[in-house]
């Protein structure tokens, strides 16, 4: 996690004692050159602690085109935080 962000620094302990909490996504749409921000509200039950998403794209052979994999979508692995 980046130390500035609000939640940086809570165990999975501090988490399970919070009724909800508000995640904010920041993504670049390239199509039309402009940021694009998703707000989106989650209960702790539905959040995984210490996961990470699989990486669900990849380039081709001749790195002309992206693959992605909608198998991947969701899936996630343990991570260790430190």
């Known amino acids: 996690m980046i130390e500035d962000i609000l939640l940086c620094g809570f165990s999975k302990e501090d988490f ?5 909490a508000l995640v904010f996504i920041k993504t670049f749409d390239e199509l039309l050159s402009t940021i694009v ?3 989106t509200s989650y209960i702790f039950e539905e959040v995984v602690y210490c996961a990470k998403f699989q990486m669900m ?10 693959i992605l994999d909608l ?3 969701n899936v996630f692995y343990r991570v260790v935080l430190y």
């Open 37 to 39: 921000a998703a707000k």
């Open 71 to 73: 198998d991947k979508l």
């Open 57 to 66: 794209y990849a380039e081709n052979q001749d790195n002309s085109k992206t």
């Open 16 to 20: 399970a004692s919070i009724d909800g």
